[in-house]
């Protein structure tokens, strides 16, 4: 559904087959399936919503983050039918107060990893002067020395993620495993949608920037 415009009437029908899957309690393909369509529905409207709220304070999280944080809790915690409101005005009203209370968060400095420098994915970028490594299936550097630092700091980052993040862990072993694979392709790889790839990615990024700060102090 990339790059179509759906009317009103068109984004009420969806949101109302999302919100009865949800009240059902379906959470297998179909409900996944349905959240995927929602996506672009969503999504520019939290980048409106971020880009409204001015520069965000955590130079670790982008209005892409924000996005994916929001429609993982759309995932585990979809809103209900409200009264007098029908299901379009409901998943839209969720939308904005969530946004808004993830974005509060940052802004008074609540979110984990607010210090953290930015990580481009999949790689770290440690603070002071540490190497960016990249998270491979080889370190890239030539010193044999140099080798196996990267080699150990990726494999301690891989154990950290195992026991803080393991879908994290899961999506560098098979990115690993594939490095030439498109993110569409790693997803149905992992059997999972490209929404959940991209929350997956958002977290482990995260994740690192904790990792970082842990292993630089």
């Not at 790059?3 to 409900?31: M, P």
């Not at 990893?113 to 190497?131: F, I, K």
């Not at 030539?142 to 196996?148: C, F, I, K, L, V």
């Not at 991209?198 to 977290?203: A, G, L, T």
Request: hydrophobic share 35%.
């Amino acid at each position: 559904m990339a790059g179509v415009t759906l009317s009103e009437e068109d984004e009420r029908i969806l949101c109302a087959k999302f919100l009865d899957l949800a009240r059902s309690g379906e959470r297998g393909q179909a409900f996944r399936s349905c959240l995927e369509e929602l996506f672009p529905v969503l999504k520019p409207r939290i980048m409106r919503i971020c880009t409204s709220w001015g520069p965000l304070q955590d130079a670790a999280v982008e209005p892409e983050d924000i996005v994916h944080e929001v429609l993982s809790r759309l995932q585990g915690s979809p809103p209900t039918h409200e009264p007098r409101c029908n299901a379009r005005v409901t998943v839209l009203k969720w939308i904005k107060t969530t946004s808004a209370r993830i974005l509060l968060d940052l802004k008074q400095g609540r979110e984990s990893g607010s210090h953290g420098g930015r990580v481009q994915e999949p790689g770290l970028n440690g603070p002071g002067t540490r190497r960016a490594v990249e998270i491979t299936s080889e370190p890239s550097a030539e010193d044999p020395e140099t080798n196996a630092q990267e080699r150990q700091l990726v494999e301690r980052f891989m154990e950290f993620l195992r026991s803080s993040y393991p879908k994290g862990a899961w999506y560098l072993e098979t990115r690993r495993a594939h490095p030439q694979a498109s993110s569409n392709e790693l997803a149905a790889l992992m059997g999972i949608s490209r929404a959940n790839l991209d929350q997956i990615v958002s977290r482990t990024r995260r994740q690192a920037v904790r990792f970082n700060r842990m292993t630089s102090s």
